[in-house]
């Protein structure tokens, strides 16, 4: 076929002119298409020919340059980068956001948030190969005992390994005190608590070690010696010159500097909170006895150390830490100055904490997927408000440590301590409660009577948030006196630790050493010990399992909390759905022998309460015959006039269920 003279323009772009309006199109097909044709001009160049106009390349190259055509091009590019930086920061903050989400829903549903928590000293609680001494081993062979009073979380008092097996007096971090077991028996006692969906945490002692830890004396040597980890541990203690305002003589008659400031140990508020060391010429700081230096946080490799030891414990399968004496990391004046506490924690400690928060919430760090690691702080002085922005999970709460013997109107005294507990909580931080630990006298004690014990447990059973129960509390143990020596340079055993109580005979069900417990045995323990208060029809323990049921009910755990009856010797305080129905507990606090034993008529108008309740539960001494018999509620669905009043004896408690 004929075509004139010309090539065809393969794919390109022409300008078409047709009744006065121009437009662009491209040609595609190689054939004649009916008034456009490729001519090639003088130069060689193709052309478009379109209703007899020629329209070349350099036609074309002009439009490309023309500055509005520039610009418009510009905008679009500009356009797309826009768009491509939107999309992704739109991604990366959907991710972060989806991250911020989880985090929250952790804290808003947390399985720690209401969760009933038993403490274990596991030297005193039970002994498995009969050399006197508690053990992990028998810890988990308690399991099923746990489980029977509803123990959701384990919290195991310090058991690295330590002199004299004083896990407080540590020596090593990443292994298990002889006495109380092997590194195979705590693994083992993991997978028993994880195969009954329970959890594990581990008391952290984080601020001192023993001097007999592998890194206190070369960090005590004059001058550091050419090995590396030696050298590296120069800086693990906190070390002073001393000041020479004051000289003191040292026990060689030597003059010294004095020490640095007036700082006074912890433990009694008396003594120096430093220790001249006659080798390396300064003073090292030490906020208990001088036989536990206190490490220097100052120092990034210790603290790589110590992240390394959470590391360890994760691959353990714990699933949380306790930090101990959490005000002590960073020392400062008012820590060491005695009755002084300030509230504030260091910005270095904080750091700190949310420093050893990333290592638990990283996969790499090891430990069961898919759960949250909980990370508790010993609340001793510390203000809680903002400690959730730091990765805290929860600050144990002393405050009914306070509630005593010695105080003169108990029932306003507790309720101030459970308002200002509930004032310092917050969303990211749950109020926690406990009545014991390893440092205070046991409840049953401290509040001088023994009737009492169904009080305290209802109270802080009750409350909203966390439980931290201390071994024992469940059958109203008390304190007793100690007979086994311990070394003195070391925080001693105070009276109350002592065995778990499980059986009526002499050794308590707690061992079966021919040399007895390594601690003495409470005496008499008739009707305290497990065996004999689950044969009772009513006991202390039986009242704790009550309560322990209760709490896990969704009734209790989404029920809002008010003070309801409060007064000089009574207090009381509501649980109530916003549905309408919930409970109301009472209790009256008074004590054999020091307020009047008769019966006392409490209004229960406070209470701002309509209909009838019904009681749910009541302590042991409701139903206890003596002095006229027992109290008339107690009887099978005893009802009470919520808009009247009830009547109480001394001691006496009782939780009445209401409906909507």
């Not at 097909?29 to 379109?50: F, H, V």
């Not at 140990?265 to 120096?272: C, K, L, Q």
């Amino acid at each position: 076929m004929a075509t004139p003279s010309g090539e065809y323009f393969h794919h390109q772009t022409v300008r078409i002119v047709k009744n006065g309006q121009t437009t662009f199109t491209v040609i595609e097909k190689d054939e004649t298409t009916n008034g456009l044709l490729i001519q090639r001009t003088n130069s060689g160049t193709p052309a478009a020919k379109c209703n007899g106009e020629v329209f070349t390349r350099a036609d074309l190259m002009k439009y490309k340059e023309a500055p509005f055509w520039s610009r418009f091009r510009m905008c679009l590019l500009l356009l797309l980068w826009v768009a491509i930086f939107g999309l992704t920061g739109g991604a990366v903050y959907l991710v972060a956001s989806s991250g911020r989400a989880c985090a929250e829903e952790n804290w808003a549903t947390g399985w720690w948030r209401n969760s009933l928590m038993y403490q274990i000293n596991v030297r005193t609680f039970q002994d498995s190969d009969s050399d006197g001494i508690g053990d992990l081993a028998g810890v988990r062979s308690r399991l099923d005992y746990l489980q029977s009073i509803k123990v959701e979380t384990i919290v195991l008092n310090p058991i690295f390994m330590g002199v004299h097996g004083n896990s407080f007096a540590v020596t090593d971090f990443s292994n298990i005190d002889p006495q109380i077991g092997t590194l195979q028996d705590f693994n083992e006692l993991v997978a028993d608590v994880h195969a009954r969906n329970m959890t594990i945490v581990i008391d952290f002692v984080v601020t001192h070690t023993a001097r007999e830890h592998a890194w206190f004396p070369p960090s005590e040597m004059a001058t550091p010696a050419f090995s590396a980890d030696v050298i590296q541990t120069r800086d693990f203690y906190v070390w002073h010159d001393g000041v020479w305002d004051t000289s003191e003589l040292d026990y060689q008659g030597r003059t010294i500097p004095g020490p640095p400031n007036s700082w006074k140990t912890r433990d009694d508020g008396r003594s120096t909170a430093w220790t001249w060391s006659g080798t390396r010429k300064q003073y090292h700081l030490h906020h208990l006895s001088n036989a536990l230096p206190t490490l220097n946080y100052a120092s990034e490799t210790l603290k790589n150390v110590m992240d390394d030891v959470l590391r360890f414990w994760l691959r353990r399968g714990v699933d949380g830490f306790r930090v101990l004496t959490v005000k002590d990391i960073f020392p400062g004046p008012s820590k060491y100055i005695a009755n002084l506490s300030d509230p504030a924690l260091p910005v270095e400690t904080t750091a700190l904490l949310k420093r050893w928060r990333g290592i638990m919430d990283t996969p790499s760090s090891g430990g069961r997927s898919g759960i949250h690691k909980v990370l508790i702080v010993d609340g001793e002085g510390v203000s809680i408000s903002q400690l959730g922005i730091f990765g805290v999970d929860l600050v144990v709460n002393a405050n009914l440590m306070k509630w005593n013997s010695t105080v003169k109107n108990p029932g306003q005294h507790i309720a101030a301590l459970i308002d200002s507990a509930l004032k310092t909580a917050t969303h990211r931080n749950p109020v926690s409660w406990a009545v014991g630990n390893y440092d205070e006298h046991r409840a049953a004690s401290r509040v001088g009577s023994l009737e009492l014990v169904d009080a305290v447990n209802i109270i802080y059973m009750l409350l909203p948030g966390t439980v931290m129960a201390f071994y024992g509390d469940e059958l109203g143990l008390k304190d007793a006196a100690q007979s086994s020596p311990r070394d003195r340079n070391y925080p001693a055993d105070g009276p109350q630790i002592t065995p778990m109580l499980w059986t009526l005979d002499a050794l308590a069900g707690f061992t079966n050493s021919s040399n007895g417990p390594w601690i003495s045995i409470p005496k008499p323990h008739q009707r305290s010990d497990v065996q004999s208060q689950l044969q009772t029809r009513r006991s202390h323990l039986k009242v704790f399992q009550q309560l322990a049921e209760l709490r896990k009910t969704s009734a209790m755990r989404n029920a809002a909390y008010r003070a309801g009856v409060v007064g000089e010797t009574v207090f009381s305080f509501v649980r109530q759905l916003k549905w309408g129905s919930g409970y109301l507990i009472l209790v009256d606090l008074r004590k054999n022998g020091l307020l009047e034993s008769h019966p006392r008529e409490y209004s229960l108008s406070s209470a701002q309460l309509k209909g009838i309740g019904v009681l749910a539960l009541g302590s042991v001494s409701l139903y206890n015959t003596k002095n006229g018999g027992p109290n008339p509620l107690a009887k099978q669905n005893a009802t009470v006039d919520l808009s009247g009043s009830i009547v109480l004896r001394e001691s006496e408690a009782v939780v009445i269920r209401f409906p909507a």
